[in-house]
């Protein structure tokens, strides 16, 4: 009998039955079950893991190595205000020449901010501003007025107020010898009403 069959089992009658059998029977995949810890990561290849199949909040602060993420990695305008905790910026932080006029606020710093030194030598202590007294000022005719430094000091800087009546300034600037602040102005017509006008001169002020 086993010899009238392998006779008659032909390779093309082998496959045939192969067929009939997967048809019958349909087809099955195997499922294999991964025990914990066995996919490990040298069995993880460069670049598998795409970001979609990281979950939100999956990669924790723990889960990123030091230095791991660099300057190349963050995005332009990633990093909020709100992202960086108080105390977080040091001074070493800070690229020299980054923090330029535009990025302090007005009125943000005082003398006390101010390191012994860091206005060329100066400190506040050595710094004043003079007011001088008012000068009145004559409609059409240029009036001088000027505002004299404490003994020992130069004028740097200074200024003036000449109201809100159209006076006109002719000059503006350190006196000759440095001790202090001119202002040249005229005033201008006021009006039927005819409005004293007045001119104030300050000075800023430093010892050398």
């Not at 025990?35 to 990123?64: D, F, L, R, Y």
């Not at 860091?118 to 059409?140: F, I, R």
Request: proline share 5%; aromatic share 2%.
């Amino acid at each position: 009998m086993k010899a009238g069959l392998r006779r008659h089992l032909t390779p093309g009658n082998a496959v045939a039955v192969a067929a009939l059998v997967v048809a019958l029977g349909g087809t099955a995949v195997a499922q294999v079950a991964l025990s914990n810890g066995s996919v490990t990561t040298p069995k993880i290849q460069n670049s598998a893991v795409k970001s979609a199949k990281i979950a939100n909040g999956a990669v924790t602060a723990n889960k990123i190595a030091s230095g791991a993420v660099n300057a190349d990695k963050i995005a332009g305008g990633a990093v909020k205000t709100a992202k960086i905790a108080n105390s977080a910026v040091k001074t070493g932080k800070i690229a020299n020449g980054a923090v330029t006029a535009a990025k302090v606020a007005d009125g943000s710093l005082s003398a006390s901010d101010m390191a012994p030194g860091v206005l060329g030598g100066l400190s506040a202590s050595k710094v004043t501003v003079e007011t001088g007294d008012p000068v009145t000022m004559e409609a059409g005719k240029p009036t001088p007025a000027t505002v004299s430094c404490p003994a020992g000091q130069l004028a740097i800087s200074g200024g003036y107020n000449v109201g809100v009546f159209g006076a006109t300034v002719q000059a503006n600037g350190p006196t000759s010898n440095g001790q202090g602040w001119s202002v040249t102005a005229t005033g201008g017509a006021t009006g039927p009403i005819v409005v004293p006008q007045q001119i104030i001169v300050r000075a800023v002020c430093v010892a050398p």
